[in-house]
């Protein structure tokens, strides 16, 4: 079976990474380790509560990388730009606090809308 370009890209991804890290130059020409983090897969019965939750219908795409892993950790530390893609359980958890959320990406510290 051919894979994703989701798939691809994580296989990809994760080929260059040594201990779950990957060294980058940043803008200002420094050369920093980052760290990358990967979540268990999620079970379709987590991604169907998801829906069944938020009214919200998932594309393809990020079901496919849910079902890989729910939620990662990229480009850590904090300070240098980090990514984190929550766990659905995490988005829901969210929605039901009222707080801000956007299927559960969140870039230095402000939650930004996806959809």
Known sequence: MEQSLIQKTLAGLKKRLVDNKLTVQK????????????????????IQTFTRSTGVQLPEDYKTFLRIHNGAVLFKPWFGGQFELYMVSEIIEHKKLGRSWNLGIRLDIKMVVIY
Do not use: L, N, Q
């Open 27 to 46: 803008e200002e020409g420094f050369v920093e380790e980052m760290e990358f983090y990967f979540r268990e897969p999620a079970t379709d019965e987590e």
